[in-house]
Each structure stands twice: as C-alpha cells, then as structure tokens.
C-alpha cells in the first residue's frame, strides 16, 4: 500500500469513526485544538505550535442483528514530515462471539513500519487471528518482516519473522 494510500486508510477510518457522532452533541475549540462530541462518540483534530497536525475519532453503534460495533482511527504529521495512521473495528455479537481488526502505518526519517491483524473469538470461547508486520531502517535498508498467528490445535501463538539486508540477503534478526 503507497502512502498516500495509508494517509487516506487512516483519514478515512477517522471519518469513518466520526461519522458515528450524532447532530445535537457538543463541541469546543480553543486555539490549536477542535473537538466534537456526540451520542456515538467523538472527534478531535489537532494542530500544535510546532506544526504538528493529526486527527482522531472513535464512535460505536447498535448494528441491526444486535452486535455491537466500535471503530477508531487517527492520522498524524509531525513538524519534520513524519506521518502516521492507524484504524480499528470491533465487533461483538449477541452470542459472545467478535472480532478486532486493525491497522497501522508509520514513515519517518528513520525508517517506515506496518502492522495489520485480525483477532475472532467464537461462541465457545475458541480464538483465531493473525498479525503481520514489516519494518525498514531507513539507515541501512534493513528490513523485518514478520507474522504471529494463533495455533488452533493449542491456542498458543506462532511466530515467524524474517529478517533481511538492503541488498535482500537473509540477515540474523536482532533481539
């Protein structure tokens, strides 16, 4: 995914969360700051004297089928160019059963990093899920790419990752 295209997943999630706000909330400003609140939930923008800028919103909502629905999402630029994005849906439903999706995204001077996952719990209680990471080192083109996912015979989680140089050489991944 570009990112351009995270900047936007983010913003979108954001909006997304927001959306849930109800018209008759309150909302405030001062200087730098907006916030808005509603029945479902609320928003926040921010600016601060340094040129820092981001925007956060979560919201839940009743779904039809009697599941519980809650979303968040936040999108950030800091002074030096650095962005960062993040969203989250959680569902539970009437019979115990849910499940949390959820996705991150950081570029800076020093590098970049990703993490998205799925984690679902049934109705008896059982949990599947699976998140993947990768990470690169601006620096030296280093590169970690990784995943856990949950063993559904034990329930414990597995782990995987690979490590890589800027060259795309299989390098000993540090601890």
Not at 21 to 34: H, K
Not at 48 to 60: D, I, K, M
Not at 85 to 92: E, K, P, Q
Request: proline share 3%; charged share 15%; glycine share 16%.
């Amino acid at each position: 995914m570009t990112t351009t295209r995270k900047i936007a997943f983010g913003s979108a999630c954001a909006l997304v969360a927001s959306s849930f706000l109800l018209i008759g909330g309150t909302a405030e400003a001062r200087q730098g700051v907006i916030k808005a609140r509603g029945t479902n939930g609320a928003v926040t923008a921010v600016r601060g004297p340094n040129g820092t800028t981001g925007a956060r919103a979560h919201g839940t909502v009743r779904n039809e089928d009697g599941s519980v629905t809650r979303a968040s999402g936040g999108a950030w630029r800091n002074a030096n160019g650095g962005t960062s994005v993040r969203g989250a849906t959680t569902t539970v439903n009437p019979d115990g059963s849910g499940t949390r999706t959820s996705n991150a995204y950081a570029s800076g001077a020093r590098g970049t990093a990703s993490s998205s996952g799925t984690l679902s719990r049934d109705a008896e209680g059982n949990w599947t899920g699976n998140r993947n990471s990768t990470a690169t080192n601006a620096a030296t083109g280093n590169s970690y790419s990784g995943s856990v996912s949950i063993d559904p015979a034990t329930g414990r989680p597995v782990r995987t990752a690979t490590c890589t140089d800027a060259s795309g050489t299989v390098i000993a991944c540090p601890r």
